[in-house]
T-cell receptor, first 110, second 112 residues
Framework: GIQVEQSPPDLILQEGANSTLRCNFS?????LQWFHQNPWGQLINLFY???GTKQNGRLSATTVATERYSLLYISSSQTTDSGVYFC????????????FGGGTRLMVKP | DSGVTQTPKHLITATGQRVTLRCSPR?????VYWYQQSLDQGLQFLIQ???????AKGNILERFSAQQFPDLHSELNLSSLELGDSALYFC???????????FGPGTRLTVL
């Protein structure tokens, strides 16, 4: 099956810093989603981005499908950004399942 | 709030028991997905339903089963529970296969 690798696995930032999270995938995908899992366990949708670039406030994402990677940018980080960030891909043409990466655990210190 | 609801939020039970997890999709969504998140396996796809019919299966154990009802809510049944079944179980929904998936708050299952 498809492999989804995220880097770095862990990241510690000082409040106000910027960061880039990477997601590599081993095969072509139909869709890609980024999620934030907060400390209470909720999975929050950040981006639905099979290709191109999207921005939402301090967050932006870019997917280069031909090169099989996606990047999530967090600018001016805040303590509420802490949690785990997951990349998930749909590589099945029937669009039936998401395969998740291992996540990047982010801690933002005040 | 994603619009996907799951009950119960927490469930504590003993080995060998059977439990049922319930999910109501977002209004208008026809696809329902179940995922399991455990410390050792990460987030894994279990099964998907579309408009009442099973569409895809992942690494779902034979002890587990699911269904989607005519009102589109879904239930995941876990039987002969083992310690290793302790995990966070998520339900997600989408308009249809391939559309953006939205996740519920999850049910945290603890098997003692």
């Amino acid at each position: 099956g498809i492999q989804v690798e995220q880097s770095p696995p862990d990241l510690i930032l000082q409040e106000g810093a910027n960061s880039t999270l990477r997601c590599n995938f081993s095969d072509s995908v139909n869709n890609l989603q980024w999620f934030h899992q907060n400390p209470w366990g909720q999975l929050i949708n950040l981006f639905y981005i099979p290709s191109g670039t999207k921005q939402n406030g301090r967050l932006s994402a870019t997917t280069v499908a031909t090169e099989r990677y996606s990047l999530l940018y967090i600018s001016s980080s805040q303590t509420t950004d802490s949690g785990v960030y997951f990349c998930a891909v749909d590589h099945n043409n029937a669009g039936n399942m998401l395969t998740f990466g291992g996540g990047t655990r982010l801690m933002v210190k005040p | 709030d994603s619009g996907v609801t799951q009950t119960p939020k927490h469930l504590i039970t003993a080995t060998g028991q059977r439990v049922t997890l319930r999910c109501s999709p977002r209004s208008g969504d026809l696809s329902v997905y179940w995922y399991q998140q455990s410390l050792d396996q990460g987030l894994q796809f279990l099964i998907q339903y579309y408009n009442g019919e099973e569409r895809a299966k992942g690494n779902i154990l034979e002890r587990f089963s699911a269904q989607q009802f005519p009102d589109l809510h879904s239930e995941l049944n876990l039987s002969s529970l083992e310690l290793g079944d302790s995990a966070l179980y998520f339900c997600a929904s989408s308009l249809g296969p391939g559309n953006e998936q939205f996740f519920g708050p999850g049910t945290r299952l603890t098997v003692l």
